[in-house]
């Protein structure tokens, strides 16, 4: 499709959402109407500068369905993730919404050379979670023979992988590591395997990572991103030259914008990357702020395909961390121990990497009323406060019980993370 | 029957240990007896002292976490099988033992003893007319 085609579709669909939210979405409505945007002020996909972003907490405020921009029946899934305060974010989809997130998630597979004579074993969490459903529904589309096993469990993902000849895993970048790590002492070799491709997603990872991928499984290593507010997996991918994940663009509308400014940036600069839902139904969102770090390339890639490409996501610009896929705001760890009461809330979180897989360790002051003179009551704690994180957060997090004063106090913004994790 | 034992948080660093006995000894604190109960992360410190107020007070200012608790002590004749004997009483009686230690001072043998029942404990002591430690009798 070429540029001047793709923009008339754009804006179409952008004339056709805009309608859609204002009046189906109390919500936006009332942010035009601040603004003195009119549904008729928007003609092209150029007019979408004058349209309000909208950010993670104003999923978190319109919970759980307040954004949705149909009634209820005709929702036929819901997904969540986990929020910052307990409550997690949640998205419908429609019908329509489901056929082209099949799509989509097909065209991405389609891209890294999987057709229907692959076995595809699919290793992202089943669930609320978007990765293991949404990778699924696009695999059955192109036509591979699914296996939905889920995340977990490494020694029985290792023998089905080789009884079943599993020709593409998907899952995430760091538990594909793990798994390669895991064959010898599980008794197997590379040779047992017949693994050709990896679809690796729902967490950040450098292009040395993806190299390191290829190496150790023999595999060509893909990139798909995605994330829950947009669609799921399946929003961008990149083709067999790796020069940037191409957008679905008649779906996601990408824009860079500055971090601070919110100016959106031209091509080649970095800044926050936002997309702009054009045919989502359930819930629509316009100009949604992913507060990752990216940039865009309009030009033709190597491979043919016109659509703009966006760079591998380089960080963010929150303190969000993603932790086995799961996205975690330091802020929760605060909520949790305040609710509790039975610590300081001074806590230091070391997120590390340990065999490919990682780790959480939180160091948190002891509060002196609970220290009494057996070890047994600062061990029941400790497992208090694992228990009580575990059950907000989805994570095992190790307990440290530490002095009180001796985690560092900062005078501006506190610092509340050391991330060893390779870069 | 109870006297008072400093507990004190130890964090699993090198001369973390010696930095509160340091202060201990800046004060002239005379430590009687000393246990520490360890896990891989950090232990606690059990003591008996001369001057557990002041200990407390000392401590606290140097930021440690301290806190002092009533334990049981317990004089223990100077012969083979007395604190086996005192042990059958509390496990008759179903009193389960959280953690024991034991020492000399002067002529005398004195057991510490922290259980899971305290009343029960008590009960068992003057129903068996065990000779309890006060803490004058430490000075």
Redesign the interface.
């Known amino acids: 499709m070429s540029r001047a085609e793709m923009r008339a579709l754009q804006s179409e669909r952008l004339k056709k959402l805009v309608d859609h939210v204002y009046v189906n979405v109390k919500f936006y409505r009332k942010r035009m109407d601040d603004m003195g945007v009119k549904p008729s002020d928007i003609q092209s996909i150029d007019d979408i500068v004058k349209l309000p972003f909208t950010y993670k907490t104003d999923l978190r405020d319109n919970y759980p369905f307040d954004l949705f921009a149909v009634p209820m029946k005709n929702i036929v899934r819901v997904h969540a993730s986990s929020g910052t305060t307990g409550k997690p974010t949640t998205v419908g989809y429609t019908k329509n919404d489901i056929e082209n997130w099949r799509e989509v998630v097909a065209r991405c597979l389609t891209m890294a050379g999987i057709s229907q004579s692959d076995i595809m074993q699919i290793s992202y969490g089943y669930g609320l979670f978007t990765g293991g459903l949404g990778v699924h529904y696009g695999a059955e589309t192109v036509g591979c023979s699914v296996i939905p096993i889920s995340g977990g469990n490494t020694r029985r993902q290792l023998q089905l992988m080789s009884d079943f000849g599993s020709t593409v895993l998907a899952c995430t970048p760091s538990y594909a590591l793990h798994l390669a790590d895991a064959l010898n002492e599980n008794g197997y070799s590379l040779a047992d395997m017949k693994l050709k491709v990896g679809v690796f997603g729902a967490e950040p990872w450098t292009e040395n990572m993806r190299l390191e991928l290829e190496k150790k499984w023999g595999i060509h290593a893909h990139d798909i991103y995605g994330l829950s507010e947009i669609m799921g997996p399946g929003v961008a991918n990149d083709c067999v030259h790796h020069t940037g994940l191409h957008v679905h663009e008649d779906h996601f509308f990408p824009e860079i914008v500055h971090p601070d400014t919110k100016e959106p940036l031209a091509d080649g600069n970095e800044g926050e990357l936002v997309f702009t839902t054009l045919t989502k139904e359930g819930i629509p969102l316009l100009r949604y702020n992913t507060r990752d770090l990216s940039t865009l390339n309009h030009e033709t890639c190597a491979c043919g395909r016109t659509s703009v490409r966006m760079k591998k996501i380089t960080g963010r610009s929150d303190d969000m961390l993603i932790i086995r896929g799961v996205n975690l705001f330091p802020s929760q760890i605060e909520h949790v121990l305040l609710e509790l009461g039975e610590t300081s809330a001074h806590y230091m979180l070391y997120v590390d990497r340990d065999n490919n897989l990682d780790t959480l360790e939180l160091k948190v002051e ?1 509060d ?1 009323t609970q ?6 009551d ?2 029941n704690l400790s497992r208090k406060i694992s228990h009580a994180l575990n059950s907000a957060i989805g994570l095992s997090v190790k307990v ?7 985690i560092a106090r900062s005078e501006g913004k506190a610092v509340r993370v050391v991330d060893n994790r390779k870069k | 029957m109870t006297i008072r ?1 400093l ?1 004190v ?1 130890l ?1 699993n660093k090198t001369g973390y240990l010696n930095e509160v006995l340091a202060v201990l000894a800046r004060y002239n604190i005379n430590i009687i007896a000393l246990t520490v ?3 891989s ?4 410190l ?1 003591a008996i002292v001369s001057d557990p107020e002041k200990a407390l007070e000392v401590l606290r200012a140097e ?5 002092i ?1 009533d ?1 049981l002590s317990l004089e223990m004749a100077p012969e083979p099988g007395t604190m086996s004997h005192i042990l059958d009483l509390f496990t008759a009686a179903d009193i389960c033992i ?2 024991v230690y034991a020492f000399s001072f002067g002529s005398k043998s004195i057991l510490i003893l ?1 259980t899971d029942n305290l009343t029960k404990s008590i009960e068992v002591i003057k129903a068996n007319h065990l000779k309890s430690i006060h803490e004058a009798e430490l000075k």
């Open positions: 002891l002196e220290l009494t003179d057996t070890i047994r600062l061990q440290t019980l530490v002095e009180p004063k001796t | 034992q507990s948080f964090e109960a360890d896990t992360d950090y232990g606690i059990r930021h440690f976490s301290v806190r608790h334990i959280e953690y922290r």
